[in-house]
């Protein structure tokens, strides 16, 4: 870091050239449920994948829920473009087991949607500009695409697609070994969009907040906790602030393991959701 | 006047240590560090002072050397005179009462053509070196917290 001035060594190549690779272990986050990069819940300002603002890196995920009477499961990829840009797409299935028969709509009736996601990099580096308060600033959508269409209008869903507009910020505090972040999005969904956009209740987009804070324990373990408000935009059934206590530790620099306890509070009128979640990851 | 001249630059520019390439005169000063100084002692002692460092900096700057991904941009680098001013600059942000004697940050680096992949190369392998010298670990990220801003520096595309 302090190298007396020498003739440019072979690397003074032009610029422009790429490369794979070369981001800090859990510099880009892991994958949340909905297959932006994030914490389990909330999506965060990192970009997805291993590569530096000279390469393109990707992110695969797999994600189960398991909750007293429910199970979500959730697969997908994103890409991470230069350290700047984040294309992501999930799909989700929602599995209501003997809920369904209670609800009428059969046992086993699965909810599913696929979420194709955007996200920028508008300014700062949760990594790099420890000197500044200033956090690295993210702009993303989550266009959702939900499959059960009569069902949803028949509990009072407006629409089966809809779209969410987000800004998150993060901050690792190196000083703190803390990892920050605060998001809010936009958005008009039910159950994260499985039910649906809008309701008999509400049809207007409201802002809604995601919280996370974790702490490095170890260079490759962080732990830390999750909050997210979420509107409740349907009269059958009430929807409350999701929570989770997160685990997420990079086995290597292409997987990482999440899990967490989470807390959806009442689904689909069936009270007290809790549960475990479970996500593997692998990113080059 | 040439004289006084001649003086003011000897008194900027100690005599070449042994062993080193002697360099273009600059003027020394601890701003160069690139980083303010910790307070306190406990920063030093999780180091293990001097005898530390000096092995945290060794060990980075061997693993610097074998690291295929970087080793290229140490080949014709004087890493005797690296070696020296890196735990110049280690022992005075540690607030271990050394003076750092060499070049600012933007300037040494200017044409080393410093990748963002590089730069987290050698924090990976300052992470390495530490855990071997059992830094501990909310200790090595304080110390890493004094350096990552110098990526803006360094890295120059």
Same mark, same amino acid.
């Given at each position: 870091m302090s190298r007396g001035l020498a003739a440019a060594g072979p690397r003074a190549a032009m610029a422009g050239e790429m490369r794979q690779g070369g981001k800090l272990l859990l510099t880009g986050g892991v994958s949340s449920v909905e297959g932006a990069a994030g914490g389990g819940l909330a999506s965060w300002a990192l970009i997805a994948g291993n590569e530096t603002d000279a390469g393109i890196g990707a992110k695969a995920h797999a994600t189960y829920v398991a909750l007293p009477d429910f199970d979500l499961t959730s697969g997908g990829v994103a890409v991470g473009i230069k350290d700047r840009v984040e294309l992501s797409f999930a799909r989700q299935s929602f599995d209501t087991r003997d809920a369904g028969a209670a609800l009428g709509l059969g046992k086993g009736f699965r909810f599913g949607q696929d979420i194709y996601g955007a996200k920028v990099r508008l300014i700062g580096s949760a990594v790099y500009d420890?000197?500044?308060? &200033?956090p690295q600033i993210s702009i993303g959508v989550q266009h959702k695409r939900a499959d059960k269409a009569p069902i949803i209008r028949a509990v009072g869903g407006r629409q089966s697609n809809g779209t969410d507009f987000y800004v998150a910020a993060t901050k690792i505090i190196l000083s703190r070994s803390l990892v920050v972040n605060a998001t809010v999005r936009v958005t008009k969904a039910n159950q994260f969009g499985l039910l649906g956009f809008g309701g008999d209740r509400n049809d207007a987009y409201k802002a809604k907040f995601e919280g996370s804070a974790g702490m490095l324990v170890r260079r490759n373990l962080l732990v830390g906790a999750e909050y997210r408000t979420r509107p409740?935009? &349907?009269?059958f059934a009430r929807e409350q602030r999701g929570l989770d206590v997160f685990a997420a530790w990079s086995a290597s620099k292409h997987v990482a393991l999440t899990a967490a306890y989470v807390d959806l509070g009442d689904v689909a009128t069936v009270r007290r959701q809790r549960g475990l979640f479970l996500s593997v990851q692998g990113s080059l | 006047m040439i004289s006084f001249f001649l003086a003011s630059l000897l008194s900027m520019q100690a005599v070449t240590p042994p062993n080193e390439d002697p360099v273009e005169p600059y003027e020394h000063s601890n701003a160069n560090a690139g980083a303010r100084q910790f307070e306190g002692e406990d920063m030093f002692r999780a180091f293990h002072g001097k005898e530390g460092i000096a092995r945290v900096v060794d060990g980075m700057v061997d693993r610097n050397i074998a690291d295929p991904r970087i080793s290229d941009i140490f080949k014709g680098q004087d890493v005797v005179r690296l070696r020296r001013t890196l735990k110049e600059q280690f022992c005075y942000i540690l607030n271990g009462g050394c003076d750092y004697s060499g070049r600012e940050m933007k300037s040494s680096h200017k044409d080393l053509g410093l990748q963002a992949a590089d730069f987290n190369a050698l924090v990976e392998n300052l992470q390495a070196s530490m855990r071997d010298e059992k830094v501990p670990y909310l200790a090595q990220n304080r110390m890493l917290a004094k350096l990552a801003p110098m990526k803006r520096d360094t890295v120059v595309r």
């Amino acid at each position: 870091m302090s190298r007396g001035l020498a003739a440019a060594g072979p690397r003074a190549a032009m610029a422009g050239e790429m490369r794979q690779g070369g981001k800090l272990l859990l510099t880009g986050g892991v994958s949340s449920v909905e297959g932006a990069a994030g914490g389990g819940l909330a999506s965060w300002a990192l970009i997805a994948g291993n590569e530096t603002d000279a390469g393109i890196g990707a992110k695969a995920h797999a994600t189960y829920v398991a909750l007293p009477d429910f199970d979500l499961t959730s697969g997908g990829v994103a890409v991470g473009i230069k350290d700047r840009v984040e294309l992501s797409f999930a799909r989700q299935s929602f599995d209501t087991r003997d809920a369904g028969a209670a609800l009428g709509l059969g046992k086993g009736f699965r909810f599913g949607q696929d979420i194709y996601g955007a996200k920028v990099r508008l300014i700062g580096s949760a990594v790099y500009d420890q000197d500044r308060i &200033l956090p690295q600033i993210s702009i993303g959508v989550q266009h959702k695409r939900a499959d059960k269409a009569p069902i949803i209008r028949a509990v009072g869903g407006r629409q089966s697609n809809g779209t969410d507009f987000y800004v998150a910020a993060t901050k690792i505090i190196l000083s703190r070994s803390l990892v920050v972040n605060a998001t809010v999005r936009v958005t008009k969904a039910n159950q994260f969009g499985l039910l649906g956009f809008g309701g008999d209740r509400n049809d207007a987009y409201k802002a809604k907040f995601e919280g996370s804070a974790g702490m490095l324990v170890r260079r490759n373990l962080l732990v830390g906790a999750e909050y997210r408000t979420r509107p409740s935009n &349907l009269g059958f059934a009430r929807e409350q602030r999701g929570l989770d206590v997160f685990a997420a530790w990079s086995a290597s620099k292409h997987v990482a393991l999440t899990a967490a306890y989470v807390d959806l509070g009442d689904v689909a009128t069936v009270r007290r959701q809790r549960g475990l979640f479970l996500s593997v990851q692998g990113s080059l | 006047m040439i004289s006084f001249f001649l003086a003011s630059l000897l008194s900027m520019q100690a005599v070449t240590p042994p062993n080193e390439d002697p360099v273009e005169p600059y003027e020394h000063s601890n701003a160069n560090a690139g980083a303010r100084q910790f307070e306190g002692e406990d920063m030093f002692r999780a180091f293990h002072g001097k005898e530390g460092i000096a092995r945290v900096v060794d060990g980075m700057v061997d693993r610097n050397i074998a690291d295929p991904r970087i080793s290229d941009i140490f080949k014709g680098q004087d890493v005797v005179r690296l070696r020296r001013t890196l735990k110049e600059q280690f022992c005075y942000i540690l607030n271990g009462g050394c003076d750092y004697s060499g070049r600012e940050m933007k300037s040494s680096h200017k044409d080393l053509g410093l990748q963002a992949a590089d730069f987290n190369a050698l924090v990976e392998n300052l992470q390495a070196s530490m855990r071997d010298e059992k830094v501990p670990y909310l200790a090595q990220n304080r110390m890493l917290a004094k350096l990552a801003p110098m990526k803006r520096d360094t890295v120059v595309r």
